[in-house]
């Protein structure tokens, strides 16, 4: 199968896409330039917020507002106007950092990866937010990346973008704390994929398998909870960065793609890259979660 592209963004790092299913609408962010797009594919139209610095996703709130993942602070985006209000700050740190991806989990707790802009080894952490201020879950990470959970909410599934594997973790849906790591599935020549393809954004559809973007890969996998690959979508664009279901019923698979650090020659060769692009892969997904009580 291959994706169509349905947004023209030229986006430099188009990431964090999610279906926001009051409003019908697909929010995506373009994390270095700082802006927060609402996609509404039914006519097309894509309109901007600046947030005035890097964003590297956003989460639903269950009041209409969408909580904004800056670079030092979570903030409070009103869909309407625009407005704009700090709802909690990151600790002042010596490394410049930003936020990376982020998802809630099914109690409304909001988990974000934090990465050094220049992305220094073993600088990248995971935090999770619960209303009072950050909590610090992995650390020595390097760019914590696309992140899920299990339908059963046993296991969170969690990519490290500095290493062709993903990871799933043992999960206490209750407390919000992991367990054991294990190796999930590892992005490499055995699965079609060039060299340099490591994996990115994943979600978790409502047959409980895990679709995967591959960055550097031109695709996006789908895998059965036991990691047997089942699935390829292509997209004519190498770095492949994300991907949410959405639609009114779930069904369309909307993929986010950039052109970051890409030679002149691959833009030539890529002329779509940082577009947003859709598949409708036959499978529904599972919707998006909110956060809840903050």
Same mark, same amino acid.
């Given at each position: 199968m291959t994706a169509a592209l349905v947004l023209d963004a030229h986006a430099e790092l188009a990431e964090g896409p999610l279906w926001g299913d009051k409003r019908h609408v697909l929010w995506w962010v373009d994390i270095n330039a700082g802006r927060v797009h609402r996609f509404d594919p039914a006519t097309g139209s894509d309109r901007t917020v600046e947030v005035g610095a890097p964003v590297g996703c956003v989460a639903l709130r269950e009041d209409g507002a969408l909580v904004v993942a800056a670079a030092d602070s979570l903030r409070v985006l009103d869909p309407e106007t625009g407005a704009l209000d700090v709802l909690a700050r990151f600790e002042?740190?010596?490394?410049?950092r930003r936020c990376n991806d982020g998802k809630c989990d099914a109690e409304g707790r909001f988990w974000i990866g934090r990465l050094a802009l220049d992305r220094a080894a073993g600088t990248g952490s995971l935090v999770r937010h619960g209303?009072? *201020?950050? &909590? +610090?879950?992995?650390?020595?990470?390097?760019?914590?990346?696309?992140? %899920?959970?299990?339908? $059963?909410?046993?296991?969170?599934?969690?990519?490290?973008?500095?290493?062709?594997?993903?990871?799933?973790?043992?999960?206490?849906?209750?407390?919000?704390t992991i367990g054991q790591y294990r190796p999930f599935v590892r992005l490499d020549a055995s699965?079609?994929?060039?060299a340099p393809a490591v994996p990115d954004g994943l979600a978790v559809d409502e047959e409980d398998c895990v679709w995967v973007a591959a960055w550097r890969g031109g695709c996006v996998l789908r895998f059965s909870p036991d990691g047997a690959l089942l699935g390829r979508i292509d997209i004519p664009v190498a770095r492949v960065s994300s991907r949410a279901? *959405?639609? &009114? +019923?779930?069904?369309?698979?909307?993929?986010?793609?950039?052109?970051? %650090?890409?030679?002149? $020659?691959?833009?030539?060769?890529?002329?779509?890259?940082?577009g947003l692009f859709r598949a409708r892969p036959g499978v529904r997904g599972r919707p998006a979660r909110y956060l809840r009580g903050y």
């Open positions: 002042p740190e010596p490394l410049a209303g009072s *201020g950050f &909590d +610090d879950v992995l650390s020595g990470l390097t760019i914590p990346n696309g992140l %899920d959970w299990s339908a $059963d909410g046993r296991r969170m599934y969690f990519v490290d973008s500095a290493c062709p594997e993903v990871a799933v973790f043992d999960f206490d849906a209750a407390t919000g699965l079609a994929l060039p279901f *959405g639609g &009114d +019923d779930l069904t369309e698979l909307f993929i986010t793609t950039a052109w970051e %650090d890409a030679t002149p $020659d691959e833009l030539a060769a890529e002329p779509a890259a940082g």
